[in-house]
């Protein structure tokens, strides 16, 4: 039986649409998820911008089974994560008892003052659960199928490191690459026509242009190995025979 | 008078949702929007699904002055970008002629034949305008306020260098950088009663975490220099006073 589990994100933060900060975590959260079996459907980037975060929180944890957010959660004025999605869930954003303890005491042992400001980062929504921040303590959180995390990249991925065990995951899409030493333009007839013969597999083709050539990579993705074999051979025994005749049309 | 132009973004390939292919596109385009005066709002990336591709342009080209995309306009199956943003506008998608002769005239001066895979790269949706391919000759296009581009990153730079002249610019957000010792925390507080006074700037503040501890770019974005001067000079001074009461309060 094959089960499919999917999943979006949502990178919050005016600073990655001015190009000021690149992202660094798409392609972070992507590698996971696909290790782990879990498709990865729909990425948004929006500002840090109230109604833009609810609208995208509730559009994508409406459509796929997890959501995950990163950005906007630390002390400042612009971090309003926790505020929109509290808005999103229609619940209070709250200061979360066991955050503001563990925090106040952090605090405290260090001789540093508890501002306002880093009480922001106990607040969350009303009913959240805590993801764990090995790296500086101010938790993440999820409620319902949302996990809210760092944008800060090596505090993003230790929280989600904690997440990961607590997905369910699906059966794991499957892939093996077969290099092709010809352009699109060669290939693209017979390798659509292979596809539509293995209507259980998804074939893609990711062009590379170097030194004024295209070459291709082929993939092939299946969540069964049989499934994927099949499709490979016919891939691999098409780009043999394109090669055979490129050579035979060579002068001697 | 200050002009607001916006526009988003919307990437088009399951290898960057899968982790395959690592975007290079975003971070491009938003620091080329943020040169010439565009505030790039939003990020999509979809997978290669028609309906998909339809929803996410539809949505974005009624709400943004332009719609950017990337991705999925070469000559194999999994190529539906055409397609899909001329079911967006409801028109056909058709061999363009003009594209079509190029094509076929370059083809056969380098002996290559004009497969159907390479026709392919000829369609765009009826009434459509070509982006100059400089790179590799298959055109771009653009129809309405969609431009559609290439996801390979130097044919989408070289793209996007021809679009850039056409099109409407708005006031530029010009920005400052001052460069803060102190965490979040320390200073979350006294900036976000700087923003409240200066509610024609967006002050965004920006940890870095590095050999354990936080230090923070604070970022002052404003349309007129006068209100941005005003509120860097606010942040400076408050980063200053920062810095001196720390040292008084070192041991001698």
New interface residues.
């Given amino acids: 039986m094959t089960d499919i589990v999917t999943a979006a994100m949502i990178?919050i933060g005016?600073?990655?649409?001015?190009?000021?900060?690149?992202?660094k975590n798409?392609?972070h959260l992507?590698?996971?998820?696909?290790a782990i079996g879990i498709?990865?459907?729909?990425?948004?980037?929006?500002?840090?911008e109230e109604d833009?975060i609810v609208a995208a929180v509730n559009a994508l944890r409406a459509k796929y089974t997890y959501v995950f957010t990163t950005g906007g959660i630390?002390?400042?004025?612009?971090d309003i994560t926790a505020d929109s999605i509290s808005k999103a869930f229609g619940v209070p954003c709250e200061y979360d008892p066991k955050a503001y303890a563990m925090m106040e005491a952090n605090y405290a042992s260090r001789s540093?003052e508890f501002?306002?400001?880093?009480k922001?980062?106990a607040r969350m929504p009303r009913g959240a659960d805590h993801i764990a921040n090995p790296?500086?303590l101010a938790p993440g959180f999820r409620i319902g199928n949302v996990h809210v995390m760092a944008g800060?990249p090596?505090?993003f991925q230790a929280m989600l490191d904690n997440v990961v065990p607590t997905l369910k995951t699906g059966t794991k899409?499957i892939?093996v690459t077969i290099e092709c030493p010809f352009g699109?333009?060669?290939?693209?007839?017979p390798?659509?026509e292979i596809?539509?013969r293995h209507p259980d597999t998804?074939?893609?083709?990711?062009?590379?242009?170097l030194d004024g050539t295209?070459r291709t990579d082929l993939?092939v993705?299946a969540r069964s190995p049989k499934a994927l074999e099949a499709a490979r051979a016919e891939v691999a025994s098409m780009v043999a025979g394109l090669a055979e005749a490129a050579k035979a049309a060579r002068p001697a």
């Fill in positions: 990178v005016d600073e990655i649409l001015s190009g000021r900060t690149k992202d798409i392609g992507a590698d996971i998820m696909t498709d990865l459907k729909e990425v948004r980037i929006v500002p840090d833009e630390g002390p400042t004025h612009d540093m501002t306002e400001a880093r922001r980062m790296v500086s800060v090596s505090i899409l892939s699109e333009g060669t290939i693209g007839g390798l659509g596809q539509k998804i074939i893609g083709s990711y062009p590379k242009y295209f993939v993705r």
